[in-house]
């Protein structure tokens, strides 16, 4: 919401506020100006302590030290109690709230007391001096305590304020982390199948070299091996150096398994491994001993993929039933599916969400999302994430093969 201001940097209602105040106070006491001691010397003291009014907000101290320095000039002067005195009830009210430190307050509730008491003693009449003593005390301290208690609550609200925006920007300085730390494992995975390749290459070079007068059949096709494996690793280098750049501001992440260590019940993986779809039955069965209720299909057989893209659906399927494991829980029956058509591969991790509630509620704060997210957006597929109508959850990724152009990454 946008908030206009003066040039002085005030907020255009508040500084519209005071002005109505001071003038409140001018009217006040200009009607009750008739017949009042001290003519108009005693106007013109009240009409100043009006008028400071209006710096109440930002100079809280000296605004009141003002307005009592004046009223005590009607007291010296011997005008007694004017209408124009509400400007005092309106500056105490303000250095208590507005004032850096209480103690001003404190001070400023002191010298108020002694003006009651002055204050009392002028007032003329059968009234004795303490009956007006205890009225002029009970109508000050009323005005006293009524601005701690806003003061209280206005410190608190701000206190809120600051420790959700400090909440925020750590939030943000984790999932920044989370990226980063993502992206380092994505492109620690990507070298190892780069590397996997130009061991390929070589091979089949040195091959093709030693083979090439005795059987060229079999160097022409050790060379095809080497331009084909080339073109791909040419391909993962593309997608490596595209991790490493710099990564965009993370969106808020949700619950997930991104550099988390596993579940219970499921093993971790020795570190540098670079699995494949052929070891999608082992991944499933592990769950299913962590107590899942797994189900696969798919589809027709799936076309030969480059190794980074088998180790993201991988990577993809593992994140999805660890994230079912621990928020779904025990128990939960879950659905995992690999289509491809001509132009793609998709993969769905659909559960239940009926699973028996885990013993000790899920951490908070994963970067499984987030980790996804990244992963997808290496080989510019898309990725749907959200809860199901019936219950539980939904992860589907769309990996575009080779030769089809991706889809931006979506979160649902």
Known sequence: MTVNRTAFGR??????????????????????????????????????MAVALLFRRHHPSAVAAAVAVLALVQVVAGWGPLAFDVAVLVALYSVVKYADRLRDGVLAGVVAAVGVVLAALQVEGEVPWWASTIYFGLVTGGVWLAALNVRTRRLYVLSL??????????????????????????????????????????????????????????????????????????????????????????ETA???????????????????????????????????????????????????????????????????????????GVGAGVDVTLDHTAAAVVVRVVDDGRGRPPVRPAPSGGHGLVGMRERVGVYDGSLTAGPRPGGGWRVEARLPLPSTPGAEVIAA
């Open 254 to 328: 949700a619950p997930g398994t991104a550099g988390e260590s596993p579940p219970p019940g499921v093993a971790a993986e020795p570190e540098h491994r670079r699995p494949a779809l052929a070891e999608l039955p082992a991944l499933l069965d592990r769950f299913r001993d962590a107590g899942l209720r797994v189900r696969w299909s798919a589809g027709d057989e799936v076309p030969p993929l480059p190794p980074g893209l088998e180790l993201t659906l991988y990577r993809l399927v593992q994140e999805g039933l660890t994230n079912a494991l621990k928020h779904a």
């Open 161 to 250: 304020e600051e420790r959700a925006t400090t909440l925020e920007r750590e939030r943000e300085a984790e999932a920044r982390a989370a990226v980063a730390e993502e992206r380092t494992r994505i492109a620690r995975e990507l070298h190892d199948v780069v590397a996997h390749s130009l061991a390929v290459m070589i091979v089949q070079a040195d091959g093709a070299r030693f083979t090439l007068d005795r059987d060229p059949e079999t160097a022409r096709e050790a060379v095809k091996v080497v331009a084909d494996t080339g073109r791909a690793a040419l391909e993962e280098m593309r997608r490596l150096v595209g991790v490493l750049r710099e990564p965009n501001p993370p």
């Open 11 to 48: 907020p255009l209602r508040s500084v519209a506020f005071d002005v109505l105040v001071t003038l409140g106070v001018v009217l006040v006491g200009l009607l009750g100006a008739v017949n009042q001691p001290g003519g108009w010397a005693a106007t013109l003291v009240g009409a100043t």
